[in-house]
T-cell receptor, first 113, second 115 residues
Framework: AQRVTQPEKLLSVFKGAPVELKCNYS??????LFWYVQYSRQRLQLLLR??SRESIKGFTADLNKGETSFHLKKPFAQEEDSAMYYCALSGRLSNFGNEKLTFGTGTRLTIIP | KAGVTQTPRYLIKTRGQQVTLSCSPI?????VSWYQQTPGQGLQFLFE???????NKGNFPGRFSGRQFSNSRSEMNVSTLELGDSALYLC??????????????FGPGTRLTVT
């Protein structure tokens, strides 16, 4: 079974301070991990995925298979980063593409000016 | 390119009724997924359709069903509505190519209220 845990429902950080949103997962096979973001009055959208290994809007996330974590980090928070962040997992099946996307319960990040 | 559209945007139904929600994916996308979003449970996967076939299914009762048409548009149906079915129902489309192409593009959602 797939499970994604985001332990923090709410997170407040001062502008310019580092941000870390935690995500832990449980999956016995080979996972693909994603971070989705929902800004106020906007649609849920993909922020980044671990296979891309890229930085989006200054955010990075490293898949740590030993700790089964995929924490989202940004060195200097900006006010426009205030949003709801969801960690998600999709299991890779060898012959049939990916399994369903399982989301965490989300973390609401508020950047304090 | 037009985004994912969902109709209706808001819906009020009474217990026992049934409801049909519609989703039009991004042009060229063949995979459509449905999610239920509630404050208590967050985003929960309902089902996914690819080329008119249900490929994945979440843990929801049989009252929740869906289908996909040849033009990739999808509908989901909920029969015998219960108060607990009140939620935001999100549709998402993707290219559905499998390998490393599972980015979901979400619609604005349909807010269903059951009274």
């Amino acid at each position: 079974a797939q499970r994604v845990t985001q332990p923090e429902k709410l997170l407040s950080v001062f502008k310019g301070a580092p941000v870390e949103l935690k995500c832990n997962y449980s999956y016995s096979g080979s996972p693909e991990l994603f971070w989705y973001v929902q800004y106020s009055r906007q649609r849920l959208q993909l922020l980044l995925r671990h296979i891309s290994r890229e930085s989006i809007k200054g955010f990075t996330a490293d898949l740590n298979k030993g700790e089964t974590s995929f924490h989202l980090k940004k060195p200097f928070a900006q006010e426009e980063d205030s949003a709801m962040y969801y960690c998600a997992l999709s299991g890779r099946l060898s012959n049939f593409g990916n399994e369903k996307l399982t989301f965490g319960t989300g973390t609401r990040l508020t950047i304090i000016p | 390119k037009a985004g994912v559209t969902q109709t209706p945007r808001y819906l009020i139904k009474t217990r026992g009724q049934q409801v049909t929600l519609s989703c039009s994916p991004i042009s060229g996308h063949r995979s459509v997924s449905w999610y239920q979003q509630t404050p208590g449970q967050g985003l929960q996967f309902l089902f996914e359709y690819f080329s008119e076939t249900q490929r994945n299914k979440g843990n929801f009762p049989g009252r929740f069903s869906g289908r996909q048409f040849s033009n990739s548009r999808s509908e989901m149906n909920v029969s015998t509505l219960e108060l607990g079915d009140s939620a935001l129902y999100l549709c998402a489309s993707s290219l559905g190519l499998g390998d490393f192409s599972y980015e979901q593009y979400f619609g604005p959602g349909t807010r269903l209220t059951v009274t």
